[in-house]
């Protein structure tokens, strides 16, 4: 492209700028004098609701409802008793895993129970068998004794 038609190209586009801006300015001159006024009219019957608030100036933002308030009821709270509950959970908590233990705590028990142990039984069973055989034969009063009986099985 040349100078000459980049300068027309300039010219053309202010011209149309300057001319879309004087009939903007002509018709609000336009309206303020001849005192044109905005008519209220009915939509159709067809057409939702909003659409006839449109026509008459009335644009609908949306509404925040109040919701009823919650009431809050406050309890007077005895922390002595309270305190006096979480004690006696405690001591039921503490007597149930007293009873889930086994109630069978002698010298030769855990003697037995660490020779099972030893010899690669899990702990929990070592407890079991060991606390089976020693009720089964009430006899046994060594740990050579309950060695030859765990043999046995």
């Known amino acids: 492209m040349s100078e000459s038609t980049v300068h027309l ?6 011209l149309v700028g300057v001319l879309l ?4 300015i002509g018709g609000f001159l336009y309206g303020l004098i001849s005192g044109v006024t905005i008519e209220k009219k009915e939509p159709s019957e067809d057409s939702p609701s909003i659409i006839g608030e449109w026509m008459n100036g009335k644009i609908p933002l949306g509404y925040i409802e ?6 809050v009821q406050i ?29 069978f705590s002698s010298p030769i028990f855990n003697d037995c ?16 068998e060991a606390q089976q055989i020693l009720e089964n034969k009430p006899t046994i009063n060594t740990v050579q004794q309950f060695v030859t009986e765990y043999g046995k099985r």
Not at 9 to 14: G, N, P, R, V, W
Not at 113 to 128: I, M, N, Q, S
């Open 21 to 24: 801006a004087l009939v903007a």
């Open 75 to 103: 309890e007077n709270v005895d922390e002595l008793a309270v305190l006096k509950r979480q004690l006696e959970i405690a001591k039921i908590k503490k007597q149930l895993l007293e009873f889930q233990e086994p109630s």
């Open 9 to 14: 190209a300039d010219f053309i586009s202010t």
């Open 66 to 71: 109040d919701s009823p308030k919650p009431k």
């Open 113 to 128: 129970v660490e020779v099972l142990v030893g010899l690669g039984t899990p702990k929990r069973k070592a407890k079991a």
